[in-house]
């Protein structure tokens, strides 16, 4: 039996059949060593990953099966190749899969690994080792980091505060997560990175719900005013519901709005306004209402007008008015 001729035509049958295998025809992004694995020699591989050739090379032993620029479900799935086997996506791409809309664009693609995993980053991927993987959902296919571990793995690496503060916001605002699941995931990530993240919680925790929102805490909060509650639903004495003012001074039944003219750019927006500040003057509630961007650009006149409204509110009886039970 000529053995060396088996041997020969069986690699001929493969070499001959790979073309047709389902791993070429169902997958755009494959590993080399599963090219391999299918009978495709190495140096065909390098052949058609050459300059000129018909695949490339996303990352070192990830080929993309076609020319031209990779899509960005090809860029993930390339990075969870890279990562292997329980590779979870996370930071601003995860969030992108979740829904999240306001956000800085997206750079490298962040993965989590198990911590004894020995794979470093490389190209377009950012390869984090972690004790607490998460268990991940699945978004469009790919397992994606919970929203809460998600914010937080972003927010660490971003250096613009309005960019996190502004991330964090939408989270809780959309009810992806809330201020307590971002809080138990910060205590959990350590320290690296995180103090701007803290800084960013604090007007979160105390129920400000957007970027403007936050200005307005700090502010409130140097005005030396008494203490007060945000985005709590005020009722008259029969209990119809008056507004949910931004900031809310019980003592005084003093209410402030961050009044942006984005939210005021339609007829409707415009109208509700209106009729809300109808319902305050109705009540008898004292209100303030300021530009967000003068909480930047003018935050010392805006502090003069919050202790002027704030003294007026003190100078007349109390209307009958209440918040909601916390």
Same mark, same amino acid.
């Given at each position: 039996?000529?053995?060396?001729?088996?041997?020969?035509?069986?690699?001929?049958?493969?070499?001959?059949?790979?073309?047709?295998?389902?791993?070429?025809?169902?997958?755009?992004?494959?590993?080399?060593?599963?090219?391999?694995?299918?009978?495709?020699?190495?140096?065909?591989?390098?052949?058609? =990953?050459?300059?000129?050739? $018909?695949?490339?090379?996303?990352?070192?032993?990830?080929?993309?099966?076609?020319?031209?620029?990779?899509?960005?479900?090809? !860029? %993930?799935?390339?990075? !969870?190749?890279?990562?292997?086997?329980?590779?979870?996506?996370?930071?601003?791409?995860? %969030?992108?899969?979740?829904?999240?809309?306001?956000?800085?664009?997206?750079?490298? #693609?962040?993965?989590?690994?198990?911590?004894?995993?020995?794979?470093?980053?490389?190209?377009?991927?950012?390869?984090?080792?972690?004790?607490?993987?998460?268990?991940?959902?699945?978004?469009?296919?790919?397992?994606?980091?919970?929203? $809460?571990?998600?914010?937080?793995?972003?927010?660490?690496?971003?250096?613009?505060?309005?960019?996190?503060?502004?991330?964090?916001?939408?989270?809780?605002?959309?009810?992806? =997560?809330?201020?307590?699941?971002?809080?138990?995931? %910060?205590?959990?990530?350590?320290?690296?990175?995180?103090?701007?993240?803290?800084?960013? %919680?604090?007007?979160?925790?105390?129920?400000?719900?957007?970027?403007?929102?936050?200005?307005?805490?700090?502010?409130?909060?140097?005005?030396?005013?008494?203490?007060?509650?945000?985005?709590?639903?005020?009722?008259?004495?029969?209990?119809?519901?008056?507004?949910?003012?931004?900031?809310? =001074?019980?003592?005084?039944?003093?209410?402030?709005?961050?009044?942006?003219?984005?939210?005021?750019?339609?007829?409707?927006?415009?109208?509700?306004?209106?009729?809300?500040?109808?319902?305050?003057?109705?009540?008898?509630?004292? #209100?303030?209402?300021?530009? $967000?961007?003068?909480?930047?650009?003018?935050?010392?006149? #805006?502090?003069?007008?919050?202790?002027?409204?704030?003294?007026?509110?003190?100078?007349?009886?109390? $209307?009958?008015?209440?918040?909601?039970?916390?």
């Amino acid at each position: 039996m000529d053995r060396g001729g088996d041997r020969a035509h069986r690699d001929l049958v493969r070499r001959g059949t790979w073309p047709n295998d389902p791993l070429l025809n169902g997958a755009a992004v494959v590993r080399g060593a599963d090219l391999k694995a299918i009978g495709v020699p190495g140096r065909t591989i390098s052949r058609r =990953c050459a300059p000129g050739g $018909p695949w490339q090379r996303l990352l070192p032993g990830i080929v993309l099966l076609h020319t031209g620029q990779a899509n960005e479900e090809q !860029l %993930l799935q390339a990075a !969870l190749l890279h990562g292997r086997a329980g590779t979870v996506l996370t930071g601003i791409r995860a %969030l992108q899969l979740h829904g999240l809309k306001n956000h800085p664009a997206p750079g490298d #693609v962040h993965i989590l690994i198990p911590e004894e995993r020995r794979i470093i980053s490389v190209g377009f991927v950012h390869v984090e080792r972690t004790k607490r993987l998460p268990r991940p959902h699945l978004r469009d296919g790919l397992p994606v980091a919970p929203v $809460p571990r998600a914010v937080i793995d972003a927010a660490r690496r971003l250096t613009n505060p309005d960019e996190i503060q502004a991330l964090m916001a939408e989270s809780v605002q959309r009810r992806f =997560c809330t201020t307590d699941m971002l809080a138990r995931e %910060l205590d959990q990530a350590g320290r690296t990175g995180t103090a701007l993240p803290r800084k960013a %919680l604090a007007p979160l925790l105390a129920g400000a719900r957007s970027v403007a929102e936050a200005d307005a805490w700090h502010l409130w909060r140097r005005s030396g005013l008494p203490p007060g509650h945000w985005n709590v639903p005020i009722f008259d004495a029969n209990g119809n519901h008056i507004a949910t003012p931004d900031f809310w =001074c019980d003592e005084i039944a003093f209410a402030w709005e961050i009044d942006s003219y984005r939210h005021h750019a339609n007829l409707d927006d415009h109208r509700a306004t209106v009729a809300r500040n109808a319902r305050y003057v109705a009540a008898g509630i004292v #209100v303030l209402q300021t530009l $967000p961007s003068r909480l930047r650009t003018e935050p010392d006149q #805006v502090l003069s007008e919050l202790h002027a409204a704030f003294r007026t509110a003190q100078a007349r009886p109390r $209307p009958n008015v209440r918040r909601a039970a916390a």
